[in-house]
């Protein structure tokens, strides 16, 4: 158990705006992190080892990408005792993201709906960061580096920051993410289209094999792809598709929703941008079902959207993910969920 109890914290951060919230609590992560101050948030790590996409994951349960942008809390926020962290987006240069305010609550519904539009400090930031974190990695724990483009770069010009991300992580990463599925660049999500995806992924892939084989094949690095929920039966076929066609090693499922069905007339519900948390789950699930379908049995699925519980991390399992992430649970439940997640899905299947 961490030595502050989450309930007593949430009202606190809950008194500050969403977004200011989340930077002082990441703040105070950074500083804190691996000094002894550390067990004011940290539990033991629950242990149920997995392979997925030839990776050892020391449990099920992951931080999904976005809480921590520029890679600065790795170990402070593996020490909850997540199984793999994924950090990013980062795109190739800095940028300042939407404008404020675009972070919003929904506590009714456990959600949240953001338009932070990928603000970040770049790469070369970021890399830097994620080589500095030590416990974490030391203690087994898998990192994932998500990648995405600037929002200055066109669309048809997409690949080329792609590629930089790709480049510039590839050393560093224990899976590589790439995110084509944010409602909050523009176009972003045409990218999970036919031939644009075909396109994408086909530079990608053969970038990363020569980057594999640039090290004598000592260094692998799977890489996947992450989609959004709002995706019809038909698109979500032709993605699987294409990611097999090309060689992907697994897909992240899934992104925030562009829908507001589940939070209408609720304080915030007509704010622009993606709706997290507990109005994704279903939607979310949804998408898994329809990939596993697709994909068969064996290819790597990670599924978020909308945990809440170990009831919820154990459906996604259910659904048919192999492995589970969550962010929007960790700001309404606090540090206590990713035991209780990592423990319901132990053995689980
Ligand atoms: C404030 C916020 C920022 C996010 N930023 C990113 C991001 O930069 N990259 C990304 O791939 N997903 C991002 N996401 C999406 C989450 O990783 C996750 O896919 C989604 O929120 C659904 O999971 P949840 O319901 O557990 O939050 C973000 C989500 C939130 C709430």
Redesign the pocket.
Known sequence: MPLIPYPLIRPFLFGFDAEHAHELTLASIARLQNTPAQCLWAQARISDPVTVAGLKFPNRIGL????D?NGRCIDGLGAMGFGFIEV??VTPKAQPGNDKPR?FRLPAADA?I?R?G?NNEGLASFVANVRRARSFRAGGGLVGL?I?KNAATPIENAADDYLIGLEGVFPHADYI?V?I??PNTKNLRALQSDEALDALLSRLQERKLALEAATGGTRKVPMFV?IAPDLDEEQVSVIAATLKANGIDGVIA???TISREAVQGQPHADEAG?L??RP?FEA?NRVIRLLRAALGVGYPIIG????LSGADARAKLSAGADLV?????LIYKGPGLVSDCARAMAGAR
Do not use: R
Not at 304 to 307: L, N
């Open positions: 999904a990408a976005g809480l942008k990013g987006t972070m949240l953001n932070l990928f998500n995405g993410t995110n599925s944010s992450k899934t992104n925030t993606g997290s948390g994704v979310s978020v959207g909308g945990v992430q969550l962010y929007t649970g």
